[in-house]
């Protein structure tokens, strides 16, 4: 008995040390086991229409409106708000941001107001969008990127370049 003893000690701190005891062969459990994932489906997609636009224009945000097409462009000294007539890339209106503003994104609450992030000033101007009038603007923290409205248009979804999105009141 004492022998037993003795050999279930050793093949216990050999297995524990790294020893020689029998490990397992690598077979997955049935809990492990592989979910046989399909293969995509291809999918190329159909170009629609093509429709010109201005080739200087750094595009940052864009919205469809009351038929007609905004647009937040970017760059520093280059930045601005446009309404563009989507079958000629005519620009109807335009608004150009003071030259340390990089515009990015825009969206549309409600039924009347453009807002327009900047990059990384920490600003967010709001225009009526009738006349492209600046009726408002907030401060918030860190880089504006995208900007998008909730369907019923009384909240604003951003983004500022990390995994986070703000959901933010549009009234203030």
Same mark, same amino acid.
């Given at each position: 008995?004492? #022998? ?10 050999? &297995? /524990? =040390?790294?020893?020689? /005891?029998? #490990?397992?062969?690598? /077979?997955? +459990? @049935?809990?492990?086991? &592989?979910? @046989? ?11 629609? /229409?093509?429709? @010109? ?25 280059? +930045? +601005?708000?446009?309404?563009? !007539? ?11 941001? @003071? ?11 409600? !039924?009347?107001?453009?807002? $327009?992030?900047?990059? $990384?000033? $920490?600003? =967010? ?8 009038? $600046?009726?408002?603007?907030? &401060? ?19 983004? !500022?370049?990390?995994?986070?999105? #703000?959901?933010?009141?549009?009234? !203030?």
């Amino acid at each position: 008995m004492k #022998r037993l003893l003795v050999a279930i000690t050793v093949l216990f701190g050999a &297995a /524990a =040390c790294g020893g020689t /005891a029998p #490990r397992n062969s690598g /077979a997955a +459990s @049935p809990s492990q086991a &592989a979910v @046989p994932v399909p293969e995509p489906k291809r999918v190329v997609p159909r170009i629609a /229409a093509e429709y @010109p636009h201005d080739a200087k224009a750094y595009t940052q945000g864009l919205l469809w409106a009351d038929g007609g097409l905004y647009e937040s462009t970017g760059e520093y000294g280059e +930045s +601005s708000l446009r309404k563009v !007539d989507l079958n000629t890339g005519r620009v109807e209106r335009t608004l150009s941001l @003071p030259g340390r503003y990089f515009g990015e994104g825009l969206a549309l609450a409600g !039924d009347s107001l453009l807002y $327009q992030l900047t990059w $990384q000033e $920490q600003r =967010c101007f709001v225009y009526d969008k009738r006349d492209f009038r $600046q009726v408002g603007v907030f &401060a918030y923290a860190g880089e504006g990127w995208g900007l998008t409205s909730g369907a019923g248009g009384d909240s604003l979804y951003m983004s !500022d370049g990390s995994s986070w999105i #703000r959901v933010l009141d549009p009234a !203030d």
